[in-house]
């Protein structure tokens, strides 16, 4: 364990957490939207695959990486829709629903990959930006100042949703349909038009948080890249109370904790890789039982609403 005692290993650590924080911010930041405004959107999982490939492949045909991401972006706004439209609309029942979204993005998601690209296929991703003179700080510069531009864009969300849900009219009507969507009609609100918008704006950067993966942290797409991400994203929303600055704790944490589990792969720590691996689920499922008991949920998590019920 002495390797893990050197201020290069330290900072090695320190710097993959704060990247690998990226997708879960962006995907746990829009569920916390859609979660506020009480609906719960199991299908983050599928709408990060089809973001994911939908970034990819427009790199990968020739675009640029910012049209990449506008495909995400794109993607994941009208896979919000479909899920809005099956759980505010029809009001089926939230968690199947988002399950189902998450079962055809991964299929769709494969299909189009082994039909229009073949075997995965790298590409040229987001390159590191280094920020000038920020940099160049002693130890903090290189954990906090040395990524891509998603990686930024990432933690900007962060202040910029505290905003936007505590500064705005529309952040009052999300906590207020959220809390209590009777009161919230009463006073003028339309319910469902918020949580159309909270759903598909959570889709988004859901989709963007895929374009993360797929064009900024591996430069590729493969079947089932997310591998559980886009579930931990929502676990990591009732982790942080959903508040953004939880949530940011908690992404901060979990990827931390796997930083941490792939250095030991690196250095050749005698522990066995398959508890290393375990880790970090470990981790969020220990703090999840341990925390989320003592945190109040959106009193309109998951119930549908109707006019004049």
Not at 72 to 87: E, P, Q, T
Request: avoid cysteine; charge should be neutral.
């Amino acid at each position: 364990m002495d390797e893990f005692l050197t201020t290069t290993s330290l900072i090695g650590i320190a710097h993959s957490g704060v990247r690998l924080a990226t997708p879960y911010l962006f995907a746990a930041t829009g569920e916390m939207f859609g979660q506020r405004s009480g609906v719960l959107n199991l299908g983050v999982e599928g709408v990060m695959l089809m973001g994911a490939f939908a970034a990819y492949y427009a790199v990968f045909a020739g675009g640029s990486l910012w049209l990449g991401v506008l495909a995400a972006l794109v993607v994941g706004a009208l896979m919000g829709i479909l899920m809005a439209l099956i759980s505010v609309t029809m009001q089926a029942e939230q968690g199947i629903s988002g399950i189902g979204l998450t079962l055809f993005g991964l299929g769709l998601s494969s299909l189009l990959l082994k039909v229009l690209v073949g075997s995965p296929i790298s590409i040229e991703g987001f390159p590191v930006w280094r920020i000038p003179w920020l940099s160049d700080i002693p130890l903090l510069g290189p954990i906090l100042f040395d990524h891509d531009l998603l990686v930024y864009l990432a933690y900007w969300l962060v202040p910029l949703s505290i905003f936007l849900l505590y500064r705005t009219t529309f952040g009052l009507k999300i906590r207020a349909v959220g809390q209590n969507p009777e009161a919230a009609d009463s006073l003028g609100v339309r319910v469902n038009a918020v949580r159309y918008a909270t759903v598909i704006l959570g889709s988004a950067l859901a989709g963007l948080a895929g374009a993360s993966l797929s064009i900024g942290l591996l430069n590729i797409f493969q079947e089932n890249m997310t591998n559980g991400i886009g579930f931990i994203a929502v676990a990591l929303v009732y982790f942080g109370g959903w508040r953004p600055l939880g949530v940011l704790a908690g992404a901060l944490l979990f990827s931390t904790v796997s930083a941490f589990q792939l250095w030991m792969q690196v250095l050749a720590i005698p522990i066995p890789s398959e508890l290393a691996v375990m880790l970090p689920y470990v981790l969020t499922v220990g703090v999840l039982a341990i925390g989320v008991k003592q945190i109040r949920q959106p009193a309109a998590l998951t119930k549908p609403y109707e006019r004049g019920e």
